[in-house]
């Protein structure tokens, strides 16, 4: 009886996660089989007017690891991945419709995905209820929580998640609520495939650095107004702050590297204050990886918000690093369970503010593991006040961080609404309980609370 052939289905929809799925296949991670197939999403809210990732520049270099390349887009046509999952019942009709539409026969199906708590790689998992699973994250959100309440018919296939090691000594929390174990992508696997991509990637043409400089400040657009986080106008002026803040530190050549989606007017600003501040600015007008950039140009400084890159370039290239804006989404993010909530506490705990120059002229790089320590307790803290219900287990490890470690610093990564909700330190006084359940009381603190946001949106962005 001759053995059932094995295929492996990698689904992707960024070219950042093919590289990392790319970097896992090359170092060993997955075994061998008979066939591998990397199953193209293209998540953008009108994917028609944005390029897949298997149309950006360097994804030639990516398909060699893979013997097909397919589109999910194309399969459940007209329907958008982010909002198309099957009927419980229709799920059986779509197994055997994929098995023939991708010649896939009776063979053994492993599936290696992203962000499995949603849509579109929940329904993939769903589509095939005998496949085992392996959860692959190309960002800091896999040391958050996993965002909802995971089917146990889904989470218990989950094998393991593979990871970069952007935080070295901090262990993922997405998915332990069912035992799942990290592994980690090895580092050298990931920037060589980096690399690769860099070499075939379109040139970027960049001002010269000045004498005695080492090369560009480069700012790196997220985006955030798309996730309603901030309004168009807040995240304009958050790109003209750190415009501001790295001519503020002496850069005069200055790279922009705005979200592949973002409103091609944000750039237009932008060179606008460059040039009443007497600063060269060079619009990466490319769809490039950053980590492109930063192999090709050597940024003397990288300036974002909360992006993964901006971790990437420490961590991956050595580069320095400062962030900005970070106090305000912390502030922002609604609700407390947002899944950015994480990431963002990372970068803000880790890294330097750009409104703080001595602090991101001395800045260095953290060495070994021990920055990933100290952030574990803030991290487990945050991750239990986001999702109690899901990590029951992590109530010790939050209460002991919060008796002892909660301070004026610390204060901004918590909110006492939801410490007072889950019964934690630095909620009210138990004598003082029933304020939040008085008319007047409520009353008079939400108008407070308006109040206070409306400053600090003005000290902020004003």
């Given at each position: 009886m001759n053995a059932r052939h094995r295929t492996q289905i990698f689904f992707a929809s960024t070219l950042y996660g093919t590289a990392?799925?790319?970097?896992?296949?090359?170092?060993?991670?997955?075994?061998?089989?008979?066939?591998?197939?990397?199953?193209?999403?293209?998540?953008?809210?009108?994917?028609?007017?944005?390029?897949?990732?298997?149309?950006?520049?360097?994804?030639?270099?990516?398909?060699?690891?893979?013997?097909?390349?397919?589109?999910?887009?194309?399969?459940?046509?007209p329907f958008h991945p982010g909002g198309w999952s099957p009927r419980g019942d229709d799920a059986p009709l779509w197994e055997r419709h994929l098995r023939l539409l991708w010649g896939l026969g009776?063979?053994?199906?492993?599936?290696?995905?992203?962000?499995?708590?949603?849509?579109?790689?929940?329904?993939?998992?769903?589509?095939?209820p005998d496949a085992p699973l392996d959860v692959y994250a190309d960002g800091l959100m896999s040391y958050g929580p996993t965002r909802n309440k995971l089917n146990p018919l889904v989470g218990t296939r989950v094998r393991r998640l593979l990871h970069l090691d952007l935080v070295p000594g901090l262990r993922?929390?997405?998915?332990?609520?069912?035992?799942?174990?990290?592994?980690?992508?090895?580092?050298?696997?990931?920037?060589?495939?980096?690399?690769?991509?860099?070499?075939?990637?379109?040139?970027?043409?960049?001002?010269?650095?000045a004498p005695g400089t080492k090369g560009p400040a480069l700012l790196l657009g997220q985006?955030?107004?798309?996730?309603?986080?901030?309004?168009?106008?807040?995240?304009?002026?958050?790109?003209?702050?750190?415009?501001?803040?790295?001519?503020?530190?002496?850069?005069?050549?200055?790279?922009?590297?705005?979200?592949?989606?973002?409103?091609?007017?944000?750039?237009?600003?932008?060179?606008?204050?460059?040039?009443?501040?007497?600063?060269?600015?060079?619009?990466?007008?490319?769809?490039?990886?950053?980590?492109?950039?930063?192999?090709?140009?050597?940024?003397?400084?990288?300036?974002?918000?909360?992006?993964?890159?901006?971790?990437?370039?420490?961590?991956?290239?050595?580069?320095?690093?400062?962030?900005?804006?970070?106090?305000?989404?912390?502030?922002?993010?609604?609700?407390?369970?947002?899944?950015?909530?994480?990431?963002v506490t990372i970068v803000d705990a880790l890294l330097p503010n750009l409104n703080d120059p001595t602090a991101v002229r001395n800045w260095t790089a953290p060495t070994g593991d021990r920055a990933g320590k100290e952030l574990s307790g803030l991290v487990t803290a945050v991750g239990f006040a986001m999702q109690s219900q899901i990590y029951p287990s992590l109530r010790p490890a939050a209460e002991r961080y919060l008796s002892t470690k909660l301070n004026s610093h610390t204060w901004r990564y918590f909110k006492r609404r939801r410490l007072t909700a889950l019964g934690l330190p630095g909620a009210v006084p138990s004598h003082l309980s029933f304020l939040p359940r008085n008319p007047t009381v409520r009353k008079v603190a939400r108008r407070a609370r308006a109040v206070q946001r409306q400053l600090k949106k003005r000290a902020a962005f004003g």
């Open positions: 990392t799925l790319a970097a896992a296949i090359d170092a060993g991670c997955f075994e061998a089989a008979d066939r591998r197939i990397l199953l193209v999403s293209n998540n953008a809210a009108i994917p028609e007017t944005t390029p897949a990732l298997d149309e950006m520049p360097g994804f030639s270099v990516l398909r060699s690891r893979f013997d097909d390349v397919l589109s999910w887009n194309e399969t459940i046509a009776d063979d053994d199906v492993e599936i290696a995905l992203e962000s499995i708590q949603v849509n579109p790689a929940l329904a993939l998992a769903r589509l095939f993922p929390l997405l998915l332990t609520e069912f035992g799942v174990k990290p592994e980690i992508v090895p580092t050298d696997h990931f920037t060589k495939v980096l690399a690769e991509i860099a070499g075939v990637s379109p040139e970027v043409t960049v001002p010269d650095a985006y955030l107004s798309a996730l309603d986080i901030l309004t168009p106008q807040e995240e304009e002026e958050l790109h003209v702050r750190m415009l501001r803040g790295v001519v503020g530190l002496g850069h005069r050549e200055v790279v922009f590297k705005p979200h592949p989606t973002a409103p091609a007017r944000w750039s237009r600003l932008l060179e606008k204050e460059a040039s009443v501040l007497g600063a060269e600015l060079t619009v990466v007008d490319s769809p490039v990886l950053a980590e492109v950039l930063y192999q090709r140009t050597r940024p003397a400084l990288v300036v974002g918000c909360f992006s993964t890159a901006l971790i990437t370039a420490s961590a991956l290239y050595g580069l320095p690093v400062a962030r900005t804006g970070t106090d305000v989404l912390l502030e922002r993010l609604t609700p407390y369970q947002n899944s950015n909530r994480v990431p």
